[in-house]
């Protein structure tokens, strides 16, 4: 990759704050997030992501415009064990609806945080928080390499189709270590690569901002969450999205 850190944050705001002002409710009356029998594989160069993950009971807990524009390659609450009055962090937290999800399954007693760097995103959440009436929730503006919350205040973070599109993935792995408290953990929607794929061989089957460049092996993401201090990792292929490359649930627990 020749673009810096900071090059590829800005196309990854760009890309998504685009995303924010183009969501509309007659998205999904196509295909476009479905899977389908005639396409290989699913990314999000081809809007392919999205609510296709979640099941209907799921999605109608919360305002159609979260479900809608959803750009996630996962359903990481689905896997994330969430229980009443625990406090929940979203990493990347978009149109809202994991935050809105978790929220509903930690209860009134229980919290859900959001972090997005996106205006545009930001505001599309507010406004879903607010239709969805949700007081246990709190969207900030912060990038996952600088998360704007103290040490040791979260049991869980869950995070959907975001870390891979960070430049600077060591730096994610350290705030999550550090906002969980002792005995926290993670549950983490992201794609990962084959293990011998390599940086080019990624760049070819999709961009850095379609959540593909920019993707670590299954052995590069299980030793930087080791380093980081978590311990537990199992990283889970769910399906194919590219040629050598998965849509995965990652856990881990910080000791």
């Known amino acids: 990759m020749t673009d810096t850190k900071n090059e590829i944050r800005d196309k990854v705001k760009q890309r998504y704050a685009d995303a924010a002002r183009s969501a509309e409710p007659s998205c999904c009356d196509t295909d476009c997030c479905s899977p389908s029998a005639s396409d290989a594989f699913k990314t999000a160069d081809s809007g392919d992501f999205g609510t296709w993950l979640y099941k209907t009971e799921e999605l109608s807990e919360i305002p159609d415009g979260a479900a809608l524009a959803s ?12 229980s009443a009055g625990e406090t929940v962090l979203d990493l990347g937290s978009g149109a809202g609806i994991d935050v809105l999800l978790s929220a509903k399954r930690v209860g ?118 080791v380093n980081a201090g978590f311990s537990d990792v199992s990283i889970e292929s769910t399906h194919v999205v590219a040629e050598g490359m998965h849509s995965a649930i990652i856990k881990a627990t910080r000791a």
Request: charged share 25%.
């Open 71 to 82: 750009l996630g390659c996962g359903n990481p609450t689905a896997v994330a064990d969430l």
């Open 108 to 225: 009134p007693t229980g919290f859900a945080y959001g972090i997005d760097m996106t205006d545009e995103m930001l505001e599309l959440a507010r406004k879903h928080q607010e239709e969805a009436g949700a007081e246990n929730v709190e969207f900030r503006k912060g990038t996952i390499e600088d998360i704007p919350l103290d040490t040791s205040t979260v049991d869980v973070v869950i995070s959907n189709c975001v870390i891979n599109l960070s430049a600077d993935k060591p730096a994610v792995f350290a705030e999550m270590h550090r906002v969980l408290k002792p005995g926290g953990r993670l549950g983490i929607a992201d794609v990962v690569a084959d293990n011998d794929l390599t940086d080019a061989e990624k760049l070819e089957r999709g961009s850095w901002v379609g959540c593909i460049a920019g993707a670590l092996g299954f052995e590069e993401y299980e030793s930087g969450l």
